[in-house]
């Protein structure tokens, strides 16, 4: 607009400087002739729409003329005002945010540590864990927040899988074994079993030889636990692993436990059993060196504490190891300053609380 001014007022000032050459009769009539067109262009048009050089060009020229001759031209004094204040709240307008508004700066530093303090989390995982301490954050907006940081995603996103009824997952639990190998190459053996409806697991015993008799011995362990807290549970799923034998399956018939066998080769039946083996080894034991069987059983037991009490579960809507713990859901959004971590393992695994 600068340029097209500098050129409008070059131009105009040419014009005058010629008219200075010019003979008042003849420069009277071009007057009269100009009038008479503006005249029959006011009648068609009363309002023309001017750019701003042209606004600067006639502001200019209306203050050399008379005051009795300004209210007769397109320029009036109410137009100059009303130009000005468009300019004025041209100048100090303030451009309107798109979207949502952006986040505090403490509140994306909190997002960045949980990240790099917990090199296995993804955005789902910190989303939970930010509610857990009263901040509701959109997932997109984490993601965001740990680009902009140079944060980089979590490895091996996990697909969960949702083919159980919802109805009877009250009544569902599912075992199964997963093998560690210890630093002197000896493989021991864990088996547990987990509640499908509040993820809770249940550590059942570790052995260097798995056998049928042990497995056996397993369950009735576990059948004698469930009978002495009044279980509700009707189903247990279970694949097609040789240890589980037809003794395996009597001990639970006797409390009134289906089995549920899985297809051949579809560790997805079992995909509750196999997310929880997955996360023990990625969050725990495949960062730690395993000496002996006792020591994997300290390991073990401080982790699967940690899952049933001290973590959210995105499977079971950020909540804690069962649906009716809403008390260990913070209802108010604690302080920045007052969230502290809890180490487990050795800062292996990491809790967050607000501080008392």
């Given at each position: ?7 409008r007022?070059?131009v ?6 010629a008219?200075?050459?010019r ?17 029959v262009?006011?009648?068609?048009n ?9 606004r600067?060009v006639?502001a ?5 003329l008379?005051k009795a001759l ?5 320029v009036t ?22 979207g949502r ?7 994306a ?10 090199r ?23 993601r ?15 697909d969960?899988w ?8 009250d ?9 560690i190998?210890?630093v ?14 509040t993820?809770?697991v ?8 798995p056998?049928a ?15 002495e807290?009044?279980?509700r ?9 040789a ?8 001990v639970f018939?006797?409390i ?14 079992n ?12 969050e725990c034991?495949d960062r ?7 020591h994997?059983?300290?390991v073990?037991?401080a982790?699967?504490?940690?899952h049933n009490t001290?973590?959210?579960h995105?499977g ?12 260990n ?5 604690a302080?920045?300053d007052?969230i ?17």
């Open positions: 607009m600068s340029v097209r001014l500098v050129y007022l070059f105009q000032v040419l014009f005058w400087l008219m200075f050459a003979s008042s009769a003849s420069k009277d009539a071009e007057i009269l002739a100009l009038r008479h067109e503006v005249a262009l006011r009648r068609n009363p309002r023309p729409c001017l750019s701003w050089p042209d600067a006639l200019g020229l209306a203050r050399m008379p300004r209210n007769h031209r397109i004094p109410g137009t100059l005002l009303r130009w000005h204040r468009r300019l004025i709240a041209a100048r100090w307008r303030q451009p309107t945010p798109l508004p952006p986040i505090g700066d403490e509140l530093a909190l997002i960045v540590r949980l990240a790099r303090e917990n296995t989390w993804g955005v789902v995982r910190i989303q939970g864990e930010l509610r857990r301490l009263g901040h509701r954050v959109a997932a997109s907006t984490i965001k927040v740990l680009r902009a940081n140079g944060v980089p995603p979590s490895t091996g996103r996990d969960t949702r083919a159980f009824l919802h109805a009877q997952a009544s569902l639990l599912a075992i199964d074994f997963f093998h190998d210890t002197t190459l000896k493989r021991l053996y864990v088996a547990f079993v987990i509640e499908i409806t993820r809770r249940h550590l059942l015993g570790i052995t260097e030889h056998t008799a042990w497995a056996v011995q397993v369950a009735r362990n576990l059948a004698g636990d469930l009978e807290t009044g279980h549970f009707r189903h247990l799923i279970r694949d097609r692993d240890k589980f034998s037809a003794a395996f399956d009597t018939a006797s009134s436990i289906q089995i549920a066998v899985t297809a051949p080769r579809s560790p997805r039946m995909a509750f059993a196999e997310r929880w083996i997955g996360s023990a080894r990625r034991t730690v060196l395993i000496t002996g069987e006792r994997l059983r300290h073990l037991d982790y699967v504490a940690h001290g973590r959210s995105q079971n809507e950020m909540r804690l190891h069962a649906p009716h713990d809403e008390p859901m913070i209802p108010f959004p302080r920045i007052t502290r971590r809890r180490q487990c393992l050795g800062g292996l695994l990491n809790e967050y609380r607000p501080a008392a």
